[in-house]
């Protein structure tokens, strides 16, 4: 919830500032399929080798054959088995180990005659002394067999474990029809008793179905197309931040038009056995042709479908026969079989060129989290199935969400529905869901007992971030001021817009860093110092400055250039020379310290506020919007979304 910086298509529409220590999670995709099976098999590898070597380990003592000869002379030997040089043997009663610890005792034996020790002379006393005896032919080791069992049984091992962890990935080895067998890919939306798909269950993008309109048709009429040698575009790429409903369009698609669903991700394509993607991606494809008119589905493309040549660790070459593989599929379409590939990626920025070329995922289709209007209608869809009281105003809610997604309101209407049924209401009440709300924007709350110095300079550090965000013109109204600890926060102050908004004045940006410097202002300014409450503050304040310096051309410095990409996407132009980054480098700084010595400043002039609000904050733990204004003394922000 807090990426601090509003990407294009992604206006990002809530914020909040957060204290507390935060570990920073790692956002890396896993791409450890290999890497898991290395794990396992090493594990796999050593457990055997432990054993192994126990195997070897008889429970006997190793002793010197002159402590063996001394226990003969004493006629302490019960029996002795003998093996080529090798003497095993048992006493008649326990004797302490010589050089053991104390108390350690042993009856069982093992010790080798030297070669020049007189064995006529043993053999004599052994017989006098009537020990026991057994002997075996000097034979090489253990027999063949034996051996070869044991030098093989590792090996064997290997390869069963590596076949079971194949199978459980899903893959086989080697191409078509692979020798250790899969399971097909099976259209899923032919499942009897399933509800199917349809565009009735999307909403709030109504643009991208109707682009999506036509492709229904096709699917639904391919003969028609053929006849008067229409070509369908071949592939639609669905591009759009994480659970807008790309995944859930494509099932409409396929719902609508009533054809199968053949779906995979690319990134089982990758994260299976070296060479099994290409074949299971052309699997996949006669799978769909058998019963065309379907649709193919291919969710993250991303991961196999970046440009080719840049950067990336293993599995290179993987991707990019599994990516090879999917084109050629593409190409081989005569487009009067009637397989419409969809793919969805939430980075179309780094997908190689060649799969948007005509021919293949020539329509690109946006899409984008709903606004106000979206977000109300997809609210009714997911309330559909729950009975509601008759204060609930979706309409509301819908307001109160700016920038959430499909699956974010899903979401929070499955929590609202969970918190009634906790509550044994039989109807979900507007409470509820504003309850719901705050669980979503500012995580669970966290039972947590803070030592009270502790909890007085988080009262301040809220306080820091709410009053400036209260005090700077155009700021996002101040929502809601907590210092009950939640998710990893220590405490939160939530603000969101009134209306969607989708592009920054400079102005707005420079009071989000004041605002988000607040929390650690307010620290210094009270306390004379600081703390690790700020971690993700500064992440915040970092990205903004970044992307006004770099990427919005907002430092006169530095100039109207794309400087920085978005982190992790690639460079649209040149890379910054040396010189440009540390132009960045200082026009960020620069920014920051105005922003912070100003933040300082307001706080210090405002300080009867700031102690207010913190003595509420103490006294009450959570303020709702209108409260923490009174309490302030700062005129209430424009009215229009209370909820
Ligand atoms: P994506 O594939 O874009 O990451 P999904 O399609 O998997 O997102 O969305 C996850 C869930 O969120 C869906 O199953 C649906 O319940 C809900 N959802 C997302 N977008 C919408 C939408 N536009 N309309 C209705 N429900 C949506
Ligand atoms: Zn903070
Ligand atoms: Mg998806």
Redesign the pocket.
Same mark, same amino acid.
């Given at each position: 919830m807090t990426d601090p910086v509003p990407p294009r298509h992604d206006p990002h529409q809530s914020w909040r500032t957060e204290g507390g220590p935060a570990p920073s999670p790692d956002r890396r995709r896993g791409r450890g399929g290999c890497l898991v099976q290395a794990v396992i098999l090493l594990v796999v590898y050593l457990a055997f080798g432990f054993l192994y070597s126990n195997v070897r380990g008889d429970g006997t003592t190793s002793v010197d054959y002159t402590v063996f000869t001394a226990q003969l002379d004493a006629g302490n030997v019960k029996s002795v088995y003998s093996r080529g040089s090798q003497i095993q043997g048992t006493l008649k009663h326990a004797d302490p180990v010589p050089g053991g610890a104390k108390g350690d005792t042993y009856t069982r034996f093992t010790t080798y005659k030297p070669a020049f020790a007189d064995a006529d002379q043993l053999w004599a006393q052994i017989v006098r002394q009537k020990v026991a005896v057994t002997a075996e032919p000097v034979a090489q080791g253990p027999g063949l067999a034996e051996s070869l069992l044991v030098s093989l049984l590792p090996t064997v091992l290997l390869i069963a474990v590596w076949v079971f962890v194949a199978r459980r990935m899903g893959g086989g080895l080697g191409g078509a029809g692979g020798i250790l067998g899969r399971k097909p890919p099976k259209p899923v939306e032919l499942e009897p008793g399933r509800k199917r798909t349809t565009f009735a269950?999307? /909403? =709030?993008?109504d643009e991208v179905e109707g682009e999506l309109n036509d492709v229904v048709d096709f699917l639904k009429h391919p003969d028609a197309y053929r006849r008067l040698g229409a070509k369908m575009p071949r592939g639609v790429l669905l591009a !759009?931040p994480? =659970?807008? !409903?790309? *995944?859930? $369009?494509a099932r409409a698609v396929a719902g609508e038009a009533g054809v199968p669903f053949f779906s995979a991700s690319a990134s089982e394509f990758i994260e299976m056995i070296v060479g099994v993607g290409a074949s299971r991606v052309r699997e996949l494809f006669a799978e769909a042709r058998k019963v065309a008119p379907s649709i193919v589905f291919i969710?993250e493309i991303d991961t196999i479908g970046r440009a080719r040549g840049g950067a990336g660790a293993g599995g290179h070459d993987e991707r990019e026969q599994t990516l090879n593989q999917i084109l050629t599929e593409m190409d081989g379409f005569s487009g009067a079989e009637g397989v419409v590939v969809i793919a @969805?990626t939430?980075r179309v920025d780094v997908l190689d060129a060649a799969l948007t070329r005509p021919g293949r995922f020539d329509r690109v289709v946006s899409?984008a989290p709903?606004d106000r209007s !979206?977000r109300e209608a997809?609210l009714r869809?997911?309330t559909r199935a729950i009975p509601l009281a008759a204060d609930v105003d979706l309409a509301r809610l819908a307001r109160a969400t700016p920038g959430m *997604? !499909? @699956?974010e $309101? /899903?979401n929070l209407a499955n929590e609202a529905a969970l918190l009634a049924v906790r509550h044994g209401r039989d109807r979900v009440e507007q409470k509820d869901l504003s309850q719901a709300l705050e669980k979503v924007q500012l995580g669970a709350e966290r039972p947590l007992v803070m030592p009270e110095e502790e909890r007085r300079r988080t009262a301040y550090h809220e306080s820091g971030h709410a009053l400036l965000g209260m005090l700077q013109p155009g700021a996002d109204p101040v929502r809601k001021i907590t210092i009950v600890p939640r998710g990893r926060a220590l405490g939160v102050t939530l603000s969101t817009p009134d209306v969607d908004k989708y592009a920054y004045t400079e102005e707005y940006l420079r009071g989000r860093i004041i605002g988000a410097l607040g929390g650690m202002a307010a620290e210094e300014v009270v306390f004379g110092m600081i703390t690790t409450g700020a971690e993700n503050d500064l992440e915040q304040v970092t990205g903004l400055a970044r992307g006004m310096v770099a990427r919005w051309g907002m430092s006169e410095r530095v100039g109207r250039l794309s400087a920085l990409p978005q982190d992790g996407q690639q460079a649209y132009g040149l890379p910054a020379a040396p010189r440009t980054l540390d132009a960045i480098d200082e026009e960020m700084r620069r920014i920051v310290d105005e922003c912070y010595e100003e933040a300082c400043r307001t706080l210090r002039d405002h300080r009867d506020r700031l102690d207010a609000l913190a003595e509420a904050l103490l006294e009450h733990e959570t303020l709702e919007e209108a409260d923490a204004y009174r309490v302030a003394g700062v005129a209430s922000a424009p009215a229009g979304t209370a909820r």
């Open positions: 269950d999307v /909403a =709030g993008i !759009g994480p =659970g807008t !409903g790309k *995944t859930l $369009l969710d @969805a939430n899409v709903p !979206g997809i869809i997911h *997604t !499909g @699956a $309101l /899903a």
